[in-house]
């Protein structure tokens, strides 16, 4: 069997579409656009990357993009300060702050300082409880991209055993949040779990985030099980012009010989990230103006 390819590339540009429509309704109940500051530490090329695209992505929603690039020697007081500045502006609806950070400033103490009314990453202590509770505001935007991808798949997820592999506060354990609240059997995995290929295989669903390359190998997987890859490793093996190659977690050309569904590397849940952080700027927009 050869397993249906979840194209996250094409459900993306869906999610940009209502997002479009979403932007486009707020306009016209308050006669402002949503607005998504990003904020960029250093001089990390691929970290460039992203914000770029996240700016050019917002921008072509109609959302007000603004990005904020800083010295890499920066304080972490004066970072501090900047994030009280977007806290407090009224045009400001969600706040990213790109990672990794310098070593010299604490991650975490400027996650928690962003309110958690604009953080559209959903990294904050007071959203992560929120979603632990039951009570979700703003997602962390790949989980919620993964969610999708288990609806385009038409995976039916009431008492089906899903193994997420992989216990980080931005994918692993949010996700295992979203599929019990989604009625499923979970268990969260690890790189140190005993027998972790035997409790793979029990999967309906398996999710891999635990970020090693083709960890996860095709005699792994449960015959028919969906499977969603959240890993980009680079492999520098050669080729490419020497500039390698990007793989996930999940040993793709074994795994489609076996799985039912699976999400390739590239184009799988990259994609989706993006498309929810716009979506979670409006929907704390959306808040924000309610209130």
Same mark, same amino acid.
């Given at each position: 069997?050869?397993?249906?390819?979840?194209?996250? #590339?094409?459900?993306? $540009?869906?999610?940009?579409?209502?997002?479009?429509? $979403? *932007?486009?309704?707020?306009?016209? %109940?308050?006669?402002?656009?949503?607005?998504?500051?990003?904020?960029?530490?250093?001089?990390?090329?691929?970290? &460039?990357?992203?914000?770029?695209?996240?700016?050019?992505?917002? @921008?072509?929603?109609?959302?007000?993009?603004?990005?904020?690039?800083?010295?890499?020697?920066?304080? $972490? %007081?004066?970072?501090?300060? +900047?994030?009280?500045?977007?806290?407090?502006?009224?045009?400001?609806?969600? =706040?990213?702050?790109?990672?990794?950070? !310098?070593?010299?400033?604490?991650?975490?103490?400027? +996650?928690?300082?962003?309110?958690?009314?604009?953080?559209?990453?959903?990294?904050?202590?007071?959203?992560?409880?929120?979603?632990?509770?039951?009570? !979700?505001?703003?997602? !962390?935007?790949?989980?919620?991209?993964?969610?999708?991808?288990?609806?385009?798949?038409?995976?039916?997820?009431?008492?089906?055993?899903?193994? *997420?592999?992989?216990?980080?506060? =931005?994918?692993?354990?949010?996700?295992?949040?979203?599929?019990?609240?989604? @009625?499923?059997?979970?268990? =969260?995995? &690890?790189?140190?779990?005993?027998?972790? !290929?035997?409790?793979?295989?029990?999967?309906?669903?398996?999710?891999?985030?635990?970020?090693?390359?083709?960890? *996860?190998?095709?005699?792994?997987? #449960?015959?028919?099980?969906?499977?969603?890859?959240?890993?980009?490793?680079?492999?520098?093996?050669?080729? @490419?012009?020497?500039? /390698?190659?990007?793989?996930?977690?999940?040993?793709?050309? $074994?795994?489609?010989?076996?799985?039912?569904?699976?999400?390739?590397?590239? /184009?799988?849940?990259?994609?989706?990230?993006?498309?929810?952080?716009?979506?979670?700027?409006? =929907?704390?927009?959306?808040?924000?103006?309610?209130?």
């Amino acid at each position: 069997m050869s397993a249906t390819i979840l194209s996250g #590339k094409l459900l993306a $540009e869906i999610v940009r579409g209502e997002v479009r429509d $979403e *932007v486009a309704q707020f306009r016209r %109940e308050t006669g402002r656009a949503p607005g998504l500051d990003v904020v960029l530490v250093g001089d990390d090329p691929a970290s &460039h990357v992203y914000t770029r695209n996240k700016e050019k992505a917002a @921008n072509e929603c109609g959302i007000r993009g603004e990005l904020h690039t800083l010295p890499a020697d920066i304080s $972490e %007081e004066a970072l501090l300060k +900047l994030i009280g500045e977007l806290n407090a502006r009224d045009d400001v609806d969600g =706040i990213l702050v790109q990672l990794p950070l !310098p070593k010299a400033i604490r991650s975490d103490r400027v +996650l928690d300082a962003v309110s958690p009314a604009k953080d559209v990453d959903g990294f904050h202590p007071v959203n992560a409880g929120l979603l632990a509770s039951g009570r !979700p505001r703003l997602v !962390p935007c790949t989980p919620l991209g993964c969610m999708r991808l288990l609806e385009l798949a038409k995976v039916d997820l009431k008492g089906a055993n899903a193994v *997420v592999v992989g216990r980080s506060n =931005i994918v692993g354990k949010p996700v295992a949040q979203l599929l019990l609240a989604a @009625n499923a059997t979970v268990t =969260i995995a &690890h790189s140190r779990t005993r027998d972790l !290929p035997s409790v793979c295989r029990a999967a309906d669903v398996l999710i891999a985030a635990v970020g090693v390359p083709e960890m *996860v190998r095709g005699s792994w997987i #449960k015959p028919g099980a969906v499977v969603i890859d959240v890993g980009i490793n680079r492999v520098d093996d050669g080729s @490419n012009g020497g500039k /390698g190659r990007l793989v996930g977690d999940v040993a793709f050309a $074994e795994a489609i010989e076996v799985a039912g569904a699976i999400t390739p590397v590239p /184009g799988g849940v990259g994609p989706l990230t993006i498309a929810y952080l716009l979506k979670n700027t409006v =929907i704390a927009a959306r808040w924000r103006s309610a209130t």
